[in-house]
């Protein structure tokens, strides 16, 4: 509502409230747009399809030169750049230099098999019409290309032989298969599983495939078999939660899948929560709940008591009580994700931020790239490490009272800020990494099958999927081809002895050949 000057009253104090007021609703207002400027943003850079926080060379360094501008210490950057670099000699092995690319075509997979077919001259062309003589064979020339075979179908008979006498019968008996009295094999399931799990194929297009090979198999068959495979695997997935929770480090986080519920005329949300095992325990295990309440994540961590990964979700904090047992580690990837949304609002203050969290991952890249040991590692990060966290925590506090409260780059520096014990705890052991990426990568998958099965047909299906991407997720970690498992050991379960599973775990197996498995 416009001011009128002629009505304003003549009292100071009133006029002082009055200004008070309005300085009130306009920084509500700055406040709002900011948040909508900010939301705006996203969803275009979202429907830009940029996804990267990665900053060019020239935004560092001019980052840096802020930073330099800023900084009133007399060490100076390069200082530090000769400080990373000297602990090379520390290190177990030099520098490596990332290997050329070659260029030119590259030889075909070895593996697979040759068939060789010449190719050869007419024999009317082999006779040379300048001297009269037949031409002699003096080499060859060889060139290589990839030829399709369509994946195919068949149909095995078990044909189990009966033999009698005068007193008795005997009949030979057929090996146990995954699902009894089913139409499907143990090769088949596996095909259906990682198509679903792995290559993001719903069961209506699996439908549409088999139906191109004359094969008539509903997705409503395969849904059937998927859980029953889930429910035949369920030991196996219990024994790799069991190897998850040994583990002195786990990383967790959720994503939403949508939930078919017929009680409600609209899809609800569900939450498929991964949990990321350490070095020593290369397992990923997902597990589903209908909520996000704190009720899932606290069932399934029952017992564990150890360093946990996470971002600040509030569900989370009752963890971190001593009683319980786990101890926090924050997530330098979430605390960078704030700063790089509040760059583009506010570049002059994130700029040196991000510049001193980029020389923190310069650290761990360096102890990568040099294969350093838990021990080695840790020394590195508290020799260069800690000072730089020790510049960042003060630039913040600095910070801190210069930005608005309710701005992106207010939001940024309180995250930091109160997130900071669990953001140095990197520092306290080799083994712990600076970010939850591990577990970020397992929700992408998630993320990428949504976009394709869209949604789960009940939270029994979001159990089953929970189970399943479980082992495709471990074999991926594990560099195990996940077909290869699910058939091998699809048709090994059910007869294999329950104090061997440990054998049948992705980073234990081993493929035996059998003549079975088709």
Request: glycine share 6%; with cysteine.
């Amino acid at each position: 509502m416009p001011i009128d000057a002629n009505s304003l009253p003549p009292d100071a104090e009133t006029l002082r409230k009055i200004v008070v007021d309005l300085a009130e609703q306009l920084d509500r207002s700055l406040a709002e747009q900011n948040k909508y400027q900010s939301l705006l943003r996203e969803l275009l850079e979202a429907q830009r399809n940029r996804k990267s926080e990665q900053l060019s060379k020239e935004q560092l360094a001019l980052f840096e030169a802020a930073w330099q501008a800023r900084s009133t210490e007399d060490e100076s950057a390069a200082g530090e750049d000769d400080d990373l670099d000297g602990d090379a000699s520390a290190g177990a092995a030099p520098k490596e230099t990332p290997s050329q690319k070659r260029g030119g075509r590259q030889p075909l997979a070895r593996h697979l098999k040759r068939e060789r077919i010449v190719h050869d001259l007419a024999e009317a062309e082999k006779h040379c019409a300048g001297c009269g003589k037949n031409l002699r064979l003096i080499a060859e020339e060889t060139s290589e290309r990839y030829e399709y075979i369509p994946a195919s179908m068949k149909v095995v008979q078990d044909v189990c032989l009966k033999y009698a006498c005068d007193c008795t019968v005997r009949t030979a008996t057929k090996p146990a298969q995954p699902i009894e009295k089913s139409t499907a094999g143990a090769s088949l399931l596996a095909q259906v599983i990682v198509a679903k799990w792995a290559d993001h194929q719903p069961l209506h297009r699996q439908e549409k495939m088999f139906e191109r090979h004359g094969i008539d198999i509903s997705r409503k068959t395969m849904g059937g078999w998927m859980a029953q495979c889930a429910e035949l695997l369920d030991p196996l997935y219990q024994l790799m939660k069991k190897e998850l929770l040994s583990s002195k480090v786990i990383g967790t986080d959720d994503t939403g899948v949508k939930v078919l519920d017929r009680k409600l005329p609209f899809a609800r949300i569900g939450r498929i929560w991964p949990y990321v095992g350490d070095v020593h325990h290369p397992v990923i295990i997902y597990d589903y709940t209908p909520t996000r309440s704190r009720a899932g994540p606290a069932k399934f961590l029952e017992g564990y008591k150890g360093y946990l990964q996470a971002d600040a979700y509030s569900v989370y904090d009752a963890f971190f009580k001593p009683q319980r047992g786990m101890t926090e580690v924050g997530c330098w990837m979430h605390a960078r994700r704030y700063v790089f949304k509040a760059l583009e609002s506010d570049e002059p203050h994130m700029g040196p931020a991000l510049h001193l969290i980029a020389r923190l991952y310069a650290v761990e890249e360096r102890a990568r790239a040099l294969s350093l040991s838990a021990e080695q590692r840790l020394a590195l990060r508290q020799r260069i490490s800690a000072r730089l966290l020790g510049k960042l925590h003060q630039y913040l506090l600095e910070l801190q009272p210069e930005v608005l409260p309710k701005s992106p780059s207010g939001a940024a520096v309180r995250y930091a800020l109160n997130q900071w014990e669990a953001l140095t705890r990197f520092l306290e052991d080799g083994e712990l990494e600076i970010d939850n990426g591990a577990t970020e990568r397992a929700n992408r998958d998630i993320a990428l099958g949504r976009g394709n099965w869209t949604f789960f047909g009940s939270d029994t299906g979001g159990k089953t999927a929970a189970v399943l991407r479980s082992f495709i997720a471990s074999c991926k970690r594990c560099n195990v081809e996940p077909f290869a498992w699910f058939r091998d050991v699809l048709s090994r379960v059910p007869a294999h002895s329950i104090t061997r599973l440990t054998e049948l775990l992705p980073h234990h197996w081993k493929p035996i050949t059998c003549p079975a498995q088709v």
